[in-house]
């Protein structure tokens, strides 16, 4: 039952449970970090060294960077920074430790966010905007409301705070259950079917992008039959001429991305201006975190943010990571920082997590079977 709670908490940053007690707004990671780390000081888990060394040594790095660029102009998302270095190693251990048991309760905790999105969807479409703010108290998203999809369909968020972060929650499920992680019973085959609808629904540009990505790995990198990858190709071919007025929106807002032609223009231009300006400015150290004056990838915001050095470290850290676990939840990890840089959104703790654990069951059962 711990398992259960800790992993639902994860996956509910807009609504705090605090929030909900009539309390102030207190995140819902860090008493989920409560939870493991008592656990840890139970002796129910072992964190490695080598772990705790490199995120320690980036930690301190990041603190130095922070005190020279001045306490007095110090912020608080340089500390959560910080502090996510250090309970990353936690995480890690934990997710390890009881993978098993977190991948049986994922189904679940899915299905929850489903039926909240569905609910929300029904809120929204039925005009009761105020309603939906049920699902948030995060203070600055006190008057968010979902935007809009297609179809006069909305871009839900479950209890994440906002759709990018959902959608990608689908995908880390979709592609588990694809992979064969997840328990392919009537509650996982449900639930997988209802993920890939409102993933559709919810028209995530980064989600689209690593999905399509994974297909492609699936039919030209996978030893399947050459039936499998025609019956995937062909699949996908019935699925877009089905959906074709869906498809083509999506493939004109990605091309417009690439080619600095849609809105999305604004994040490149955003990110490439501060690259430019930090550059010419303070290039060593940068000026801190600041999410109002960046934009989105985890390049630009933590070069701005604590300057070449920083970035090397926060490169080293992606480095570590990937080679420790390379396994798909790696890849979408790594293009979810694309466009979802904030190290802290519980996203990126939980595609970590699941990413640990694969990378040490896959090398387990090799070491087993070598």
């Not at 409560?34 to 080598?50: D, E, N, Q």
């Not at 690593?210 to 990858?229: D, N, P």
């Not at 990605?254 to 490149?268: E, K, N, V």
Request: net charge positive; glycine share 6%; charged share 10%.
């Amino acid at each position: 039952m711990i398992h259960f709670f800790s992993l639902l908490l994860l996956t509910m940053p807009a609504l705090s449970v605090s929030g909900i007690l009539g309390f102030s707004y207190f995140p819902n990671e860090k008493l989920v970090f409560l939870i493991i780390f008592s656990l840890f000081l139970g002796h129910k888990y072992k964190i490695k060294l080598s772990d705790l060394t490199v995120m320690l040594f980036i930690t301190i790095v990041l603190t130095t960077i922070t005190i020279v660029q001045g306490l007095e102009n110090i912020k608080i998302a340089n500390i959560n920074t910080a502090y996510f270095f250090i309970t990353i190693v936690f995480y890690i251990a934990y997710f390890k430790k009881f993978g098993p048991e977190l991948l049986r309760i994922l189904p679940s905790i899915v299905a929850i966010q489903l039926i909240a999105s569905f609910f929300q969807q029904w809120l929204m479409f039925g005009g009761f905007h105020e309603l939906v703010l049920m699902f948030n108290n995060f203070p600055p998203q006190d008057s968010y409301l979902y935007p809009y999809s297609f179809g006069g369909l909305f871009r839900t968020s479950g209890f994440f705070n906002e759709s990018s972060q959902y959608s990608m929650f689908l995908v880390l499920y979709i592609i588990l259950y694809i992979e064969g992680w997840i328990c392919k019973d009537k509650l996982g085959r449900y639930v997988f079917i209802f993920s890939i609808i409102d993933l559709m629904i919810n028209e995530s540009i980064t989600a689209y992008i690593i999905i399509f990505i994974y297909g492609l790995i699936k039919v030209f990198f996978s030893r399947g039959r050459i039936y499998y990858k025609i019956g995937v190709i062909t699949s996908f071919v019935l699925l877009a001429f089905s959906f074709q007025k869906a498809f083509l929106g999506v493939v004109e807002k990605i091309l417009g991305t690439f080619l600095m032609t849609s809105d999305s223009f604004g994040r490149l231009s955003t990110a490439i201006d501060k690259i430019i300006y930090v550059s010419n400015n303070s290039i060593f150290t940068g000026y801190g975190l600041d999410w109002k004056v960046v934009s989105h990838d985890v390049i630009s915001v933590y070069y701005y943010g604590f300057g070449l050095f920083g970035l090397l470290v926060i490169l080293l850290f992606l480095i570590y990571i990937s080679i420790k676990t390379r396994n798909m939840i790696t890849l979408i990890w790594i293009l979810f920082l694309m466009t979802n840089a904030v190290l802290m959104v519980t996203m990126n703790i939980i595609l970590i997590g699941f990413a640990s654990y694969l990378g040490f069951k896959i090398y387990s059962m090799r070491i087993k079977n070598a």
